[in-house]
């Protein structure tokens, strides 16, 4: 039983370039999570996904698209990566909207 | 105005003290509440969730909420070198798949 798992734990862009990250979990969660966190500010939520077929945005989308692959797999896009968008990102899993988020160990990403 | 405030501090005490962290929201929906802890390059782990306004209490951690000053706070007793981390308010409404989260406090426990 692995949790929350995403892939890649580093990644460092160039601006303009693209990328997807990855997150599975095996928790037969229904709720999905994303998250970046920069210093002094917390945690912001990019996107969610409520339910298998359902994407809702958060606090920060602009510069972002998700996709609920599927129940297990939700993933994150940068189109033109910038340098504000050098983050830590986390991927999260809850059964319900209220119930506990799980999260994963985060994806530490750098635009040059 | 953040929706959540909290202190980042940091925080550095001696072994075996209480630790003392706040935070304090302005939205009056928010029913449910949470304290993360998160280690150094790892992601947040839950320690406490409560529900409305009271205390509960899980071995040395005691969480408390008081909705009508909308405050809540952590207290971690006979603290360890193990405890240092950086501790992460977080707090929804009934009616919303959101979290808000605070900054984060970051603690230190000296051996």
């Known amino acids: 039983n692995a949790g929350v798992t995403q892939t890649p734990k580093f990644q460092v862009l160039k601006t303009g370039q693209s990328m997807t990250l990855q997150c599975a979990q095996d928790?037969?969660?229904?709720?999905m999570y994303w998250y970046r966190q920069d210093p002094g500010m917390g945690l912001r939520l990019i996107y969610y996904?409520?339910?298998?077929?359902?994407?809702d945005k958060g606090e920060v989308p602009n510069g972002y698209n998700v996709s609920r692959l599927n129940k297990r797999e939700f993933s994150l896009r940068l189109e033109s990566a910038a340098p504000s968008q050098t983050s830590v990102y986390f991927c999260?899993?809850?059964?319900?909207?209220?119930?506990?988020?799980?999260f994963g160990p985060g994806t530490r990403l750098t635009v040059l | 105005q953040k929706e959540v405030e909290q202190d980042p501090g940091p925080l550095s005490v001696p072994e075996g003290a209480i630790v003392s962290l706040n935070c304090t929201y302005s939205?009056?929906?928010?029913?449910?509440f949470m304290w993360y802890r998160q280690y150094s390059r790892k992601g947040p782990e839950l320690l406490m969730y409560?529900?409305?306004?009271g205390n509960k209490e899980d071995g040395r951690f005691t969480a408390q909420v008081d909705k009508s000053s909308k405050y809540i706070s952590l207290f971690i007793r006979d603290s360890q070198p193990s405890d240092s981390a950086t501790y992460l308010c977080?707090?929804?409404?009934?009616?919303?798949?959101?979290?808000?989260f605070g900054a984060g406090t970051t603690v230190t426990v000296r051996a």
């Open positions: 999260a899993s809850s059964g319900t909207g209220t119930d506990t988020q799980y």
């Open positions: 928790m037969n969660h229904n709720s």
């Open positions: 996904s409520a339910s298998e077929g359902t994407t």
């Open positions: 939205n009056s929906a928010f029913q449910y």
């Open positions: 409560t529900y409305s306004s």
């Open positions: 977080a707090m929804s409404a009934f009616y919303d798949y959101k979290l808000s």
